[in-house]
């Protein structure tokens, strides 16, 4: 059994005409046809990408991922504007070939291949790439807050939560003390029966339960914040206000301005996504030197030193700083003694679960305080004979969401060597990242109307924004290239062929 077929596009129409006639051969969704058309849909792991052989034929994985691609490309991302659009737009009739999805089915695609869609970027990625239209020495790294469906009402902290309880019980007094009145009050009329006022204590009752439980979740989880309609959203700083939002994260090319990867996170700072976001760019890019720049919210000497241990060049906005390294020295060699430093960073090492302090000294796992979200390192022996003392305690705190690990206590220091580095910043490339990474976040939400998501839950957005940068980087590519060569060029690498795919 095939999928639902749309109206053949040569066939005669009672006016006459074709409905390819509408289309231009300069009409960049010409460029969205081909490159679905192009691309293996069951090896990206969409569903329902063969048809059924019983029940009702389905739509085909092909048309809804045009359409959705062709509504970020055009401000038209909400399913039921799309589902309007299939009924008046020229281009869209054309780009289905008539075929009418209702909003449900429209949504329930994007909700259902979250893991396709983000595919479905990288095979773009690797058709520019392919293209030479990433210049692969220079990446900008940046963050942006996109809002989230859940509104500030809805989100919760423990200062948030102790105040609304506390005005509960205050109301809660208050009722209750109109409640022995009550009796003595109803014949006139002029105040809520005992009844009413009963009522209303068992609703006040009720929503201090609610926030005593979300409370004590919590202090369960370790967790800050809780969001009733987006549990993965959180409230973040963003242009000198609060919102719910989700932070995303690029990796632009400096030659054409193109996103080359992403990562969406619901962490309200930038510290501990320089590493992750450099090593990603530089396997995308294919060039394991690559040179990543990005502003001082990643100024984190734990980032640059795992960056530095990847042989990527970062230059992070800031000032030059001692870090110390574990390296493998060379047979017969003597690493130098460390014994003083400027300006000094500590180093967290993520899979020995230990810090290096800029003299060398390791640092172990002692405790974690769960109120504060951090955990402690210290090594009081080698702070106590220290001649530099970095910190009036003996020990350093970190950030546990910025090591990105669960605490733990066990550790590994056997044969770990290390060697003192001098990061330099380079101030002429910290000059070009605005340029470079500023331009794709403005346009996106600006231009393309996508500073807000739509989608509930940290796949899901994630899925989202893989369609908004990808759209972007089609609508960068046709300028850069122009609709015709890059036509050329997605019939020359059809992304269904094994190279490709293997590439």
């Known amino acids: 059994m095939s999928f639902v077929l749309g109206t053949d596009r040569s066939q005669l129409r009672m006016l006459p005409d074709y409905l390819d006639d509408y289309i231009d051969e300069d009409n960049p969704i010409r460029v969205v046809d081909a490159f679905v058309d192009s691309l293996d849909l069951i090896s990206l792991g969409f569903l329902r ?3 059924s052989d019983t029940g009702r034929p389905g739509y085909n994985p092909s048309d809804l991922l045009k359409l959705m691609i062709y509504g970020y490309m055009n401000r038209v991302r909400s399913s039921r504007r799309l589902e309007a659009e299939t009924r008046r737009n020229l281009e869209v009739l054309w780009l289905i070939r008539e075929m009418k999805p209702d909003y449900r089915t429209i949504a329930r695609f994007r909700q259902e291949n979250p893991e396709a869609l983000k595919k479905v970027f990288r095979e773009f990625s690797r058709l520019c790439l392919k293209l030479n239209l990433y210049g692969r020495e220079l990446a900008a790294i940046d963050g942006s807050k996109f809002r989230a469906v859940n509104s500030k009402d809805r989100n919760f902290n423990e200062a ?62 370790g967790e800050t914040q809780k969001s009733l309609t987006d549990p993965d959203a959180r409230r973040m700083f963003d242009n000198g206000s609060t919102e719910v939002c989700y932070n995303a994260q690029i990796a632009v090319d400096s030659k054409h301005h193109l996103i080359a990867t992403y990562d969406v996170t619901n962490g309200g700072n930038d510290v501990g996504m320089l590493s992750s976001m ?19 919210g990643y100024d984190s000497g734990t980032g640059i030193a795992e960056c530095l241990m990847e042989g990527i060049n970062p230059q992070v ?91 733990r206590k066990t550790y590994d220091d056997t044969e770990l060597h290390i060697r003192q580095v001098r990061y330099s910043v380079d101030n002429e490339i910290i000059k070009q990242r605005k340029t470079i990474v500023e331009h ?10 996508a500073s807000y998501l ?22 960068r590519a046709i300028n850069v290239l122009g609709i015709g ?19």
């Open 278 to 296: 450099a090593s990603i760019a530089a396997e995308v890019l294919e060039n394991p030197e690559l040179t990543v720049v990005a502003d001082k």
């Open 317 to 407: 906005a800031g000032e030059d700083k001692d870090l110390c390294i574990p390296v493998t020295p060379s047979e017969g060699e003597v690493l130098p003694e460390i014994t003083e430093h400027t300006n000094g960073r500590c180093v967290y090492l993520r899979e020995r679960n230990v810090v290096i302090c800029p003299l060398g000294r390791i640092l172990y796992p002692k405790h974690y305080k769960k109120s504060k979200g951090s955990a402690v390192f210290n090594n009081p022996k080698a702070c106590a004979t220290c001649p530099q003392r970095c910190t009036k305690e003996k020990y350093m705190r970190f950030d546990v969401r910025m090591l990105k690990a669960k605490f």
């Open 454 to 475: 739509l989608t509930v839950g940290l796949e899901s957005v994630k899925a989202e924004l893989a369609l908004t940068f990808l759209a972007y980087n089609i609508k």
């Open 160 to 221: 948030k939560l102790n105040d609304r309880i506390k005005r509960l019980d205050a109301r809660i007094a208050e009722y209750m003390s109109q409640l022995e009145e009550a009796d003595a009050h109803e014949e006139r009329g002029d105040r809520k029966t005992a009844e009413e006022i009963r009522e209303i204590i068992t609703e006040l009752e009720a929503r201090k339960a609610s926030y005593t439980s979300y409370q004590e979740e919590l202090r369960e989880t």
């Open 49 to 51: 990408s063969e048809p």
């Open 485 to 503: 060569r890059l036509m050329d060029a997605l019939f020359s690498f059809n992304c269904k062929k094994p190279a490709l795919l293997a590439a």
């Open 440 to 449: 794709p976040f403005g346009t996106i939400k600006r231009s393309m109307d």
